[in-house]
Nanobody, 124 residues
């Protein structure tokens, strides 16, 4: 089984910062891409940051210059640092990994897995 668990959410004042973590566990063979999404009430889930196995990173316009995504390859942990937070950053933040794994001894190529989400609230 593959599991993704996010942590680091909470209540932050406008202008503040936070760091989200996403731990990927299981019999992982390789990770081709990891990303952070968020979903605000009444809105669609949106991709805000992605990191690919070749090193490329992409950011949504809404967070460019304020967000940094990186990954600890040895520990299979992905991070998202968000600075200068705004009330409009309030959302549930999800991590997603596209990876290949072994499940019950069977090789499962390139599936997408989601974490359960962590709430980020930006408010004074």
């Amino acid at each position: 089984q593959v599991h993704l668990v996010e942590s680091g959410g909470g209540l932050v004042q406008p202008g503040g910062s936070l760091r989200l973590s996403c731990v990927v566990s299981g019999s992982i063979s390789s990770i081709s891409a990891m990303g952070w999404y968020r979903q605000a009430p009444g809105k669609q889930r949106e991709l805000i940051a992605a990191k690919f196995s070749g090193g490329t990173t992409n950011y949504a316009d809404s967070v460019t210059g304020r967000a940094t995504i990186w990954r600890d390859n040895a520990k299979n942990i992905m991070y998202l640092q968000m600075n200068s937070l705004k009330p409009e950053d309030t959302a549930v933040y999800y991590c997603k990994a596209d990876l290949s794994s072994y499940i019950s001894g069977t090789y499962v190529p390139n599936q997408g897995y989601w974490g359960q989400g962590t709430q980020v609230t930006v408010s004074s």
